[in-house]
């Protein structure tokens, strides 16, 4: 008789890492009378879980709009409950009866939740108003402009002024012509005395002050 040879399969345990060994995920139901609580509680397994983590007094909320909610953790016995801010959620997403929520623990009491209706799609959420992206900008805007006229203005006031004053300034290259009030005095054949020549920088009003000098 034949001998028959029965081979066994090895079958391979898969192997889990410590990181991946808990579940992160769990999930909450919108009841009717949950859309009006103040507070919602987190699956009493999933505390136990992460018991040593959800200690804290504060948790955040992660949603794929963008937003991120701070909310408050209170611990009662072996629960805990979202409470602060749960409410103010609850509202600005619109939660009605048959919306479930699908939470994963990201770690140190961080939360991220996508939010699905009563047709099991995921919601479309509301897009951020133009309120919230525009509030400083007419006050930047207001306050921005002006600044910049304003040293434009006293810039342009500055130059100006330069220039007027570059129109009032002559250059006077004799001594004589100071004492007699006019550069005609002035000997240009060079006789009777030495016309020590220097350029001298008068202003409006030094000229002024000059030429009445020279009248008395």
Same mark, same amino acid.
């Given at each position: 008789m034949r001998s028959q040879r029965h081979h066994r399969r090895n079958f391979v345990r898969p192997s889990f890492s410590p990181d991946n060994a808990e579940p992160t995920h769990f999930m909450k139901i919108v009841l009717p009378g949950a859309i009006h609580a103040e507070n919602m509680r987190i699956p009493k397994d999933f505390v136990r879980r992460f018991e040593n983590e959800l200690c804290a007094s504060e948790a955040t909320i992660g949603v794929p709009d963008g937003r991120v909610w701070k909310m408050e953790l209170k611990k009662s016995e072996n629960e805990v409950y979202f409470c602060k801010g749960w409410e103010e959620f609850v509202k600005y997403y619109s939660l009605r009866s048959g919306f479930f929520l699908v939470f994963k623990y990201e770690g140190k009491s961080q939360f991220s939740a996508v939010i699905f209706d009563s047709s099991a799609a995921e919601i479309y959420y509301p897009p951020k108003l133009n309120s919230e992206k525009q509030n400083s900008a007419p006050k930047c805007r207001r306050k921005r402009p002006h600044s910049f006229d304003q040293c434009d203005h006293n810039t342009r006031s500055q130059k100006q002024k330069l220039v007027e004053d570059e129109k009032d300034i002559i250059?006077?290259?004799?001594? /004589?012509?100071?004492?007699?009030?006019?550069?005609?005095?002035? /000997?240009r054949s060079g006789q009777g005395h030495s016309s020590k020549m220097k350029k001298i920088t008068l202003s409006k009003k030094q000229r002024a002050q000059n030429l009445k000098q020279a009248a008395n």
């Amino acid at each position: 008789m034949r001998s028959q040879r029965h081979h066994r399969r090895n079958f391979v345990r898969p192997s889990f890492s410590p990181d991946n060994a808990e579940p992160t995920h769990f999930m909450k139901i919108v009841l009717p009378g949950a859309i009006h609580a103040e507070n919602m509680r987190i699956p009493k397994d999933f505390v136990r879980r992460f018991e040593n983590e959800l200690c804290a007094s504060e948790a955040t909320i992660g949603v794929p709009d963008g937003r991120v909610w701070k909310m408050e953790l209170k611990k009662s016995e072996n629960e805990v409950y979202f409470c602060k801010g749960w409410e103010e959620f609850v509202k600005y997403y619109s939660l009605r009866s048959g919306f479930f929520l699908v939470f994963k623990y990201e770690g140190k009491s961080q939360f991220s939740a996508v939010i699905f209706d009563s047709s099991a799609a995921e919601i479309y959420y509301p897009p951020k108003l133009n309120s919230e992206k525009q509030n400083s900008a007419p006050k930047c805007r207001r306050k921005r402009p002006h600044s910049f006229d304003q040293c434009d203005h006293n810039t342009r006031s500055q130059k100006q002024k330069l220039v007027e004053d570059e129109k009032d300034i002559i250059d006077i290259e004799d001594d /004589d012509a100071l004492s007699h009030g006019k550069s005609g005095n002035r /000997d240009r054949s060079g006789q009777g005395h030495s016309s020590k020549m220097k350029k001298i920088t008068l202003s409006k009003k030094q000229r002024a002050q000059n030429l009445k000098q020279a009248a008395n």
